[in-house]
């Protein structure tokens, strides 16, 4: 905040100095006008910001609306305040309005950045997970199988701002998908192992006919892999840790594994798929896709991975600027083919700092399976 107020109040003189044209004693009147009505509109900002946060378990739509509301009547307030205090600080020989109206929208201009940047967040802590569909081909899929339904969510990242209320209203859509078999592929909490509670309450809420899984990500060993296993196997999460079930259904089976989190070096592939015959269809879930070179050697059917967050900045024609994988952005979303193997990656339902998607929604992605 004060590197905020300080980089407003080199703006404010800039504005008088250069904007305006003034010096001397009508720029020391100028300066301090713009100083004024610059607390005025922090006045009436303030008791806006703050409902606004007041209601962030609130819906997606009102949290766009209360963020375009309060905007509106702040800039209102600041073109009003500034154009009156700059005419009446300038007298009895102000400029010509031209130039009071180019200091004012100059002023409003700059107020925009962390306006604009305030309400992205908060318009985005509770927006919904968009639902993606996919159809994923398996050479060794068994036939009672094809057309199997997994959803897939990763990288929840629940803190302090997000609520078990707002949490639920990001998955919303996964009660609607009738998915066969959820899995969740790590990062449930960030920063606390507290938050992890409310992440796991939220997950064993999901029912699929051939189950829930999880598997941990490196937030979730950050905070503490003991807790967070406590956290998820207390709410009656199954957690996959180097391990594998088998699935049944129509008389056909299907090996699931889950590795613990590769990105901190915890996985181990061989333990499991201890068990699994030759041949068998495995899908895997890994919190991060750099697990896929050892999945390739091991005739890994399906890969289901997420960590990258699909970048969660993505820049027009740049792409994402950042991916934490050994391999880029390489894998940093979408469904991926390696020779007989596929791997899909998640964007995700959550984000860390700053807290910000751009051109990167949210995803709960549902895998179709096919045999061929």
Known sequence: MIILAA??????????????????????????AILAADVVVALIASPLIFWMASRSAGSATHRLYATLAAGAVVLLA?????????????????????????AATTL??????????????????????????????????????????????????????????????RLRALSTVRADLILFVGDYASGDARYEYPAAQVIAEQHAPLGVYAVLGNHDRWVGEERSLRALRGAGVRVLVNESVLLRRDGD???????????????????????????????LMSHSPDIIAQAKQRDVALVIAGHTHGGQINLPLLGPPVVLSQYGSKYAWGLFREGGMAMFVTRGAGEIFPYVRLNCPREIAVLTLRRG
């Open 108 to 169: 409003l201009l700059a107020g925009l950045v962390p306006i604009g940047a305030a309400g992205m967040v908060r318009a985005q802590l509770n927006a919904p997970a968009r639902v993606t569909t996919w159809e994923v081909r398996l050479p060794n899929l068994p036939p009672a199988l094809d057309g199997l339904q997994v959803a897939c969510v990763g990288d929840l990242h629940v803190h302090r701002r997000v609520t078990p209320a707002a949490l639920r209203a």
């Open 7 to 32: 980089i407003r109040i080199a703006v404010d003189a800039l504005v008088a100095r250069f904007v305006l044209g003034v010096r001397g004693r009508a720029f020391r009147r100028a300066f301090g």
């Open 78 to 102: 600041m073109l009003l305040v500034w154009e009156g205090a700059i005419w009446l600080a300038l007298r009895p020989s102000p400029p010509s309005r031209r130039r009071v109206g180019a």
């Open 253 to 283: 089976t299907l090996h699931l594994a889950g590795v613990n989190d590769p990105y901190t070096g915890a996985d181990d592939l061989e333990g499991a798929l201890a068990g699994v015959p030759a041949g068998a269809c495995v899908i």
